[in-house]
């Protein structure tokens, strides 16, 4: 069982940053950050392969966003910039033991964290 929690959300303008951060009790082999929006479905941001740091990035966010870990503090963060209003979201932190981390559904998931962008 991986127990997982997000932190780091908010209201910013749009331009601007937020770096999220999800403590988690063992890292999984891979670790994500999803969004859901309003009417939406769920979409995977990004992921990373924490034995080899292997990150994925949705097309959407590639080059504004950047998934990295600490070991020492089993820390998963996901530093946004350059936000945009579609980036509005709740952003869940998840964990899977599968070996390959994009482009499926995760087992372990976070209670979320909500990000707000005005324009």
């Known amino acids: 069982q991986v127990q997982l929690v997000e932190s780091g959300g908010g209201s910013v303008q749009a331009g601007g940053s937020l770096r999220l951060s999800c403590a988690v009790s063992?890292?999984?082999?891979?670790m994500g950050w999803f969004r859901q929006a309003p009417g939406k479905e769920r979409e995977g941001v990004a992921s990373?392969?924490?034995?080899?740091?292997?990150?994925y990035y949705a097309d959407s966010v590639e080059g504004r966003f950047t998934i990295s870990q600490d070991d020492a503090k089993r820390t998963v963060y996901l530093q946004m910039n350059s936000l945009k209003p579609e980036d509005t979201a709740m952003y869940y932190c998840?964990?899977?033991?599968?070996?390959?981390?994009?482009?499926?559904?995760?087992?372990?998931w976070g209670q979320g964290t909500q990000v707000t962008v005005s324009s």
């Open positions: 998840a964990a899977d033991a599968r070996l390959t981390c994009w482009g499926h559904e995760y087992t372990y």
């Open positions: 063992t890292f999984a082999y891979c």
């Open positions: 990373i392969y924490t034995k080899s740091g292997d990150v």
